[in-house]
């Protein structure tokens, strides 16, 4: 809990207009981004029309913008804020003009050699607008297009070059392609209704619209859609994959299925598992809304202690409002977060929240749940304690960030102020996702990667007694 | 579900300045209005100065504005959102300047004598600036204090001639009083933190300002608050209040603590009593988030029906983006709930809400379960049916917009779809409240009113069995 | 120059919807104020209809809004801004409802007595919502009327009691008033286009829309305007007029005809009158962009000395930003005004401006033609010195504000830097406007007011030799 | 009139911050674009960083905004706005990252072979974010700048490649270049204060900031501009030069001096050459506010006919407000423009102006002038028959446009509704800048331009007769 979210793409090709679809869709991943929204679609008078706007979803477009662009094909972005850039010009999807027409490009993820792809190319005396990733990846497609590939080899060749996480939504000219890295570190789904195909993030976009969850896209996949079909191919991809273990723990809606499993269900099973790993003689179970709910679920059922809506959300203060001493940004955590006294005085609480990055919040609630009667207040967090930064797309860049990186979990503890802290074990997490861990990037809990990063270990290379000793 | 929510008010002594705590009050309160807010302080230099703004707190104040507005008395008020007349107009507080100084006064409730009362002062020769109810107490209160009534007995004499349901607080220059109808309709409650004394609609504004919940304020009760001390006057009132018991059915937060009980307990008991009165064969039981959460966990509990997060809020939809046309808004529905396939498919559902005004809502979500799978749902409602009119300040002001007003239980839950469907009983839900059912205003559901109105009958009249031919 | 603009009136009664109209008018009257702009109609559906914005009239509608308040007869105001008060709640017209229906008020001007008034009525127990003279007004235009007088009789009453400058634009119900103060202080006009009728402050209003300048409204009378016709009725007013000479100098449009006077005619002639009162051997005429070109060219024409336009105004500059320390306040004056080198170098300049009141931008501008080069910088002002305040409308309330209230010509003309300063003399001026000096209110240039001032002669009461001592 | 305007652009070398410098040069620039506004800054710390916003200088950039980029060394632009293009997108600087850092470049002109350019690299692999002449200038410098040519050698390199017009700032990390196309098409003026160097669109910008003109940068000179110094490189250029004759009859202020012409001399002596040229028998000489003045007063004094300011313009109409239906359009025409019948009515009216494109404009302001009462009009435009289209930056790119391009003087004339209509010669023209025709491009008069244009002649290709007979 703290993080910042990711991005959320989509891409649609029907034989209507995809304009209120895409903007639909956009809606529907907006936990993904708050920052910005853009939409691309190709139209058959002007070619690819892209719009973007600040804010959400809402906000970015009038629908007066939404129905002025007409065109069958299109593709969509949300975007998360990152404190201090928070601008227009980092709005996707990005457009390029080349000899062959346009293209217009939306990216989740991170690469890890874009820096060095793109020092590469200025050596060759390319000059670049951007110091963005997703720059990298659409100037290097125009230059496999533009040396005489066909348009699925160059997005091949494209994937050969760039290694990270990425789910891409490419539109040239009309023609729209979907892609997500061999290891399938991002997440994107296949959907369809009748001749209408779609890509998004996650599947719940395909609920909003009465689209039916087909598969996900493969880990290495190349999905050409169109009206009424879809064809599929493969890169060549290693046999193992690396899911980001962190989308079914905190970023995708509760209702999305990832690759197949609900995350509902494996937040709930996290918490079955917490149950049994660290079980506690308490009288109430109580999350952290609105992020611990399914965890908090999961450990009251396994554990049979009551499940209790402790903590109350206000939902009116998801934007923020800049306070201008101490005293009144204490008041913005408490407005925003309020323990029922009654329910809290002289129980024994097990607090349950997805996870760990900082400890300032869960310090803060641990606190709140002391001062409003609990006798104990014993936390249970639904991922491993997060030790090593992330390479692949999540805000969480330096050890000095994560409370986990330099100290015990006995130390974790006594710095948020609770009687007793578990954490899912890194075993646990695994069964509760029912992959196999090889399957998973679990890069910020084990300090190892799927991708080789300077400085750090690459996944295999290590024995899993290693992990437990953090 | 579905209701306009009320409107909060605010009031604050203390020894430093207020506006900040006035502004962190009304964000707690955020859910009871959110059309406009205000605040009005009590200035050394300027006498009352009074801000208001449109849209949420956070919206219609800046910084800036609450560091120039400095005043250790001070009250606050949100507005709630009715069609067609959003404005800044409608704002309170509203102010008055007579001849001993200024008054400003913010208003919680509704008279059923304003009209009446407007008209006969403007036979007087009175000029009224609005049609609001606000404007015609403060314009009586104008005149008690300029008949030389000292400022209590003002409001006593103000309050006898008003009738209806009101939570009032009043600056008049420096001086706070707080005030409540005779019968207690709308809720106030009385906090404090060392020399600090607050009145607010709910106790949530105190506990998110670090101050202890004294008490509520009595019925027919004019406290007077003082940076140091209140000093609370009574007058005459009924023998039986009167309190709105859909203040712990739909518009308080569940952590609110009104007329001494937690509003998350009466929703939890009601769905207690739901399972017991209405019991039902079934595999889980799935809230409609977030109204019908606390009823759900009770039925769960006590029917030993699983609990299951199966409808996913959208947290991002609250506002309103007016779709153009019909398959757009079908998009809007589903953008904001989502069924989880996998938790409903082949289950026998429990649905629990709240309430059903129109039952426009419920038919979708029924219908949305059984798309998704559900092998039946069977609603259970935490409100008895709504047969009448509230005339008290609740937005439902005919019989005509309310389906249970000419429709039979099972005609309804013909109409919504539903394998079955449950109402609580008046009797389960006057024990869930704790309350004598002589102390609630339960006009909407048993047709006789707490007040005198013109061709409704006066509560008492009937006996119990009528109420259950509805 | 510099002084805060006059507010501009608009009233009409028209056999089509006039929301448009009004709005045009209002356009055309913008340079009176841009604070905030008001527009009420009386509608068929909802009796008096009243919207009212910020910003210019263009800013404060919307062609929605416009589009949604149809009805035949309305009336509109545009307000000037006074620092610090800048505020929704000032912007007129003004609303009451009475026993009888609706009124809908706007006025021009400033009351003498408003204070006095407000506080006998508050003694008499009214309360009022606002500090304005406008409420006072309307209070006693209802009162009027609920004390059972027609309501010519009821305007007339009131206009017995209030003392001051006022044109006034009044909607009782559908039926429209226009009455302007018994010295005919504000202007106000009549105009026609078949049988369409209309009130406004300047009779540019009437150009823009294509009507034709009937003729003023005269001091004291009041004038129903129909669809068709208008009635006048006369109250019995004072022998001799005041109009507000300022309006011929500075506020009005140099395009607009005021009690039968062409402004610029009166401008040229004022230029013309200081060439022969105030000779000077020069080689060109420059005036201050806008406010001082008609004033040049009459000077320039009469002394045969070249006119030259030797500033240039910066004509994106209206709007105020704020700039954070001293050296960027400066450029804040030379960002705006700019004297063309080449013009001025070498030369003897007479520059040609309306008025001085601080005397802080004629120091700045005469500094700037000096380091432009001119050899000599005569200043002629348009205006004799203002050595009083305004208490009838004009932001010119104390006599510290006023350079001339304390210091000789000399010592001004030391003051800001020229070689020589002349203003026109009072006899000129009275000359230039055509008017014999009792129909004008001078106050301001010779401390004498057409009404009873507390502190201040009455005009009349001294001789015209004590003038020319100033 | 009725021209889009031009673009304008500074670039500063100082040894203090210079964000509020550019600013304040912006706003003096204002009047050549208020579309969008930009500032690019090199700082110590973050490289070049760049803002830009919508609207007016004032409107686009905050306070704050420009109290956080500090460095010594800048540029700016505001551009101005084509219909349905209005966007973010399109404002400058255009940035790029290249191999040895950052470069930020400004544009004012237009480029002939910018598609040819852009085909040309497109088809060598280039992939390009735009379709803007801009983007085609950065590329090529960060092209030659690779290729390993010094910065200079660079810009006179991508000079030796553009064709068209041009002026440019460009920042190369720290160091400031400013250029001017080969035939001094665009304006580009130097000043100095100090060791504070500058470069500027129009002198105009200096004075606001009280630096002195230096001089005009030389067609084909390229100038480095430090603190304390700047160094001048000459590409080898033309014989003749070919300035844009339009900035001296109206783009420009008339305040700026324009390769050492003060524009407002040009229009006086226009409009001096007008009278002796096409002398006639009149009563008044009418400007057409604002841009017509000088050229007025030029004739006026040469034909002793009298000046009259009787046309008077709205001030605050600049924004447009779009109006529903044709009647409220025409409203929008006089709310724009009044004419003052007193002083038209039965004169023999000479009406300015600076030019006629379409007429449009010119046709409802004889009608206005003829309504007004005027007994003759005879319009005289200081700028000769426009013929052809502009390739080099200004607005008119089709004949169909141009009224003059398919009619005789007398078809126009009667088309507008005048009693005669003259337009200054070319020789006049041409006598009235002072410089030889062939220093100045006058390709929109002649159809003769002086770079290659496809289906156009090239200047010095026809003889002076060919004009005659358009």
Request: net charge negative; with cysteine.
């Amino acid at each position: 809990m703290g993080l910042k979210e990711a991005c959320g793409i989509v891409g649609i090709a029907s034989d209507t207009d995809v304009s209120y679809e895409i903007f639909t869709a956009l809606r529907a991943l907006q936990h993904r981004g708050q920052e910005s929204a853009g939409i691309s679609v190709f139209t058959e008078s002007s070619g690819i029309v892209t719009l973007k706007g600040m804010g959400l979803v809402t906000e970015a477009f009038s629908e007066e913008d939404l129905s002025e662009i007409k065109g069958n094909t299109g593709i969509g972005h949300v975007r998360y804020s990152t404190a201090g850039e928070s601008s227009i010009k980092n709005a996707q999807p990005i457009e390029m003009h080349i000899v062959s027409g346009m293209i217009a490009l939306a990216h989740n993820g991170e690469l890890v050699n874009a820096e060095s792809l793109r020092n590469y190319y200025k050596e060759k005396g390319w000059a670049f607008f951007t110091t963005s990733d997703s720059e990298v990846i659409i100037r290097l497609l125009s230059k496999e297009l533009h040396d005489g590939r066909d348009e699925v080899t160059a997005i091949k060749d494209v994937m050969r070059s760039i290694n990270g996480s990425y789910a891409l939504v490419i539109l040239i000219n009309g023609r729209l392609y979907a892609a997500r890295d061999p290891m399938g570190i991002k997440p994107l789904a296949l959907g369809r209704k009748g001749d209408t195909w779609m890509v998004a993030s996650e599947s719940v976009a395909f609920d909003a619209l009465g689209l039916e969850l087909v598969r996900d896209v493969q880990p290495g996949e190349i999905i050409e859609l169109k009206n009424g079909s879809v064809v599929s191919h493969r890169t060549e991809v290693p046999e193992k994959s690396a899911h980001c273990f962190f989308e079914w723990v905190y970023f995708a809606r509760s209702d999305s299925i990832l690759d197949n499993v609900l995350v509902y269900d494996v937040r709930k099973r996290i918490g079955e598992f917490l149950a049994h790993e660290a079980p506690v003689d308490a009288d109430i179970v109580v999350p952290v809304p609105d992020s611990g709910r399914a965890h908090a679920i999961g450990f009251s059922e396994a554990s049979g202690i009551r499940y209790a809506e402790g903590l109350m959300k206000n939902r009116y203060v998801d934007r923020t409002f800049i306070m201008p001493d101490q005293k009144m940004r204490e008041y913005n955590v408490s407005v925003k977060l309020n323990p029922i006294r009654s329910m809290i005085e002289g129980k024994r609480v097990v607090l349950v929240d997805d996870s760990i990055v900082r400890g300032t919040t869960m310090k803060k609630i641990v606190s709140m749940l002391k001062e409003a009667g609990a006798s104990e207040v014993h936390v249970r967090i639904g991922c491993p304690p997060i030790v090593a930064p992330c390479y692949l797309g999540i805000d969480m860049k330096t050890r000095a960030q994560l409370i986990a990186s330099d100290r015990s979990v006995d130390e974790i503890r006594e710095h948020i102020g609770a009687d007793s802290l578990a954490y899912i074990s890194i075993e646990g997490l695994v069964k509760a996702i029912g992959k196999d861990r090889n399957e998973l990037c679990m890069g910020c809990i084990t300090g190892e990667y799927p991708v080789k990063i300077e400085g750090e270990r690459l996944r295999g290379q290590s024995t899993l007694e290693e992990y437990l000793h953090f």
